[in-house]
């Protein structure tokens, strides 16, 4: 497979701002928490048969939300974890697991995975129905993929605002499925918008540091653009003294046909 990743410098970018991220992420990142808890689960509801997964690859660990969720669950002969980010290999560590850092799209994977599973990692992704056909290509028949990325209503307050720093690859239910490869069943698609509320504006852009969501953004901020920002977030998405940010989880379960 060509090496279809973000460009170095975006790359270096996103890296270090998952890196700066670390120590707090893993307690600050609710909603991938529960985005990641709702994964394990929808694929617990469809896969029915077995406790049992021979070989399975996670890209995008991060901090372990969704290892951990699978893990509860599941038994694995081998377990592959992956993160662009190298020193989320210790925040993994108590799993037992063989972790390989870099972007995922140039990544050499072995054949016949029976799950492939993701969770808030796929919006960074730039050429994904690329990724997600090699990724098919990868699965034995009958495998297992249950990913999790955000729709085009992702952090639309910030958008609205003018900025430019999201995920270069938001995609919406019906996108995601667009982009299959045609031996990919559909076994479960869901949207479901997710709203945070905070005290003040500071506070949000704390909370977009602490996780690292907003990882090609600019941190130069200076108190008059703090306090034109503050202004205008306030104007338009404060309800009750308090304002708010959206999140826009796509979550997807599907199989590969036999």
């Known amino acids: 497979m060509k090496d279809l990743a973000l460009p170095p410098s975006h790359q270096s970018r996103i ?23 709702d994964l394990a689960a929808d694929l617990d509801a ?3 048969k ?3 997964f021979e070989t399975v690859f996670e890209f995008g660990c991060g901090t372990g939300h969704l290892t951990r969720a699978l893990c509860a669950r599941y038994s694995f002969e081998t377990l592959l974890l992956n993160d662009l980010v190298p020193d989320c290999a210790q925040h993994v560590s108590d799993v037992e697991a063989r972790f390989l850092p870099g972007p995922v799209e140039s990544l050499t ?24 056909d090699h990724l098919a290509r990868k699965l034995a028949p009958d495998g297992w993929l249950a990913l999790s990325g955000f729709g085009s209503r992702q952090f639309q307050e910030l958008a609205t605002l003018g900025s430019t720093a999201g995920a270069p690859s938001y995609a919406d239910a019906a996108d995601l499925a667009a982009m299959l490869p045609e031996k990919m069943e559909i076994v479960s698609l869901i949207q479901s918008p997710k709203t945070l509320w ?4 500071t506070a949000l852009l704390r909370h977009l540091r602490a996780t690292g969501v907003n990882g090609q953004a600019s941190s130069n901020w200076t108190r008059k653009s703090l306090s034109a920002f503050d202004a205008a977030y306030r104007e338009r998405f404060e309800q009750d003294g308090r304002v708010r940010l959206t999140y826009d989880p796509v979550r997807l379960v599907a199989r590969k046909r036999g």
């Open 15 to 37: 890296r270090q701002s998952f890196c700066r991220s670390l120590r707090t992420y893993h307690h600050g990142a609710e909603v991938q928490a529960e985005i990641a808890a």
């Open 46 to 48: 469809v896969q029915v």
């Open 50 to 52: 077995a406790t049992h």
């Open 109 to 132: 994977l072995p054949k016949d995975l029976s799950l492939i599973a993701s969770a808030s990692t796929i919006q960074w992704v730039t050429a994904l129905p690329e990724l997600l």
């Open 198 to 201: 905070f005290d003040t504006t």
